[in-house]
């Protein structure tokens, strides 16, 4: 104990093993298992439709942002100094801020993986795996409901532009703070607040263009309320976490996710209106279940194929 400057005996177990570090390693893990619920979502349903684009593009250079920020702090920096005079598990407490925000910035990207994996390319509002034409044909509607569609899908290319340019952004995040880091130390926490700004404005608008598609469709599609239903709280709790351990003066890492949380609860509240109290039920729960459901629709197509039905049957 003695072999360890003033400055990182704070970090140093089994002092440092208090309130604060089970609260921060519990929202670690809450982090991880906050976002599950989203990526199952997509996966099961095999569609991000109801996602905005532009919230997934938000997000993920917020994450981004949000990460680096935390990482060029000097406060950061200090404290992986200190686990060449601290014990392994005290070196991960002290880091435990560090590997929060990664997880969450982790995580995004996840979001943004499936999103683009499993864009729906047919335009139907009520099942990604029809086209808007099919429907409307099937329904008898004109081009004008066709058009009204396509409006509010937005296209697989844009799909693709908002992954390269979050694959972009954090290239030019990392190159920057790598020279800044590296020829201009003195100026980290000034590049540190630039990127904590950066990660706060675009949080702040985040959120927006959900709450909007989520308006329009009167739908969730593929945003998990169980996701939003733990992160709002927990944004909360983590930001307290993170303004305890880095002061006032970590503002730009912590600030950001109180935002967030506000935003969020707008976006889950207006969710579960739609999904179990609004006019509109939540339609697209299982259109991309496995083959025992392909029966079943085909069953269902042959009923209502009426007329056709004949035709249909000399043609297979």
Not at 13 to 31: C, E
């Amino acid at each position: 104990m003695g072999s360890i400057s003033p400055q990182c005996r704070d970090l140093e177990l089994p002092h440092y093993m208090n309130f604060n570090f089970i609260l921060s390693l519990l929202i670690l893990v809450g982090i991880l298992l906050s976002y599950l619920p989203q990526h199952i979502r997509i996966i099961r349903l095999r569609s991000s439709f109801g996602l905005s684009p532009y919230f997934v593009l938000l997000g993920t250079t917020s994450g981004t942002a949000a990460f680096a920020n935390i990482l060029v702090l000097p406060r950061s920096a200090h404290d992986a100094a200190c686990c060449r005079e601290i014990s392994g598990v005290s070196c991960f407490a002290g880091l435990l801020g560090i590997f929060q925000v990664g997880v969450q910035c982790l995580s995004f990207y996840v979001i943004l993986f499936l999103f683009l994996i499993y864009f729906p390319r047919a335009t139907s509002l009520v099942d990604p795996t029809t086209s808007a034409e099919s429907e409307n044909e099937r329904n008898g509607n004109g081009n004008a409901d066709i058009e009204d569609t396509d409006d509010k899908q937005p296209s697989y290319a844009t799909a693709v532009v908002v992954a390269l340019i979050c694959l972009v952004h954090a290239a030019i995040v990392l190159i920057i703070s790598l020279v800044v880091a590296l020829k201009y130390p003195d100026h980290l926490q000034a590049w540190a607040n630039i990127l904590g700004i950066m990660s706060a404005v675009l949080a702040s608008i985040q959120y927006f263009p959900q709450i909007w598609t989520t308006f329009r469709l009167q739908k969730v599609g593929s945003l998990s309320i169980p996701m939003m239903c733990i992160q709002t709280p927990g944004s909360l709790v983590w930001a307290a976490s993170l303004a305890q351990r880095l002061g006032a003066e970590g503002w730009s890492a912590w600030g950001v996710y109180v935002i967030t949380a506000l935003l969020q609860g707008t976006l889950l509240v207006m969710g579960v209106y739609f999904e179990y109290l609004g006019p509109k039920k939540d339609l697209i729960e299982h259109p991309f279940m496995a083959d025992e459901t392909q029966p079943a629709a085909e069953e269902v197509q042959d009923q209502q194929a009426t007329e056709h039905t004949p035709l249909l049957s000399e043609q297979r």
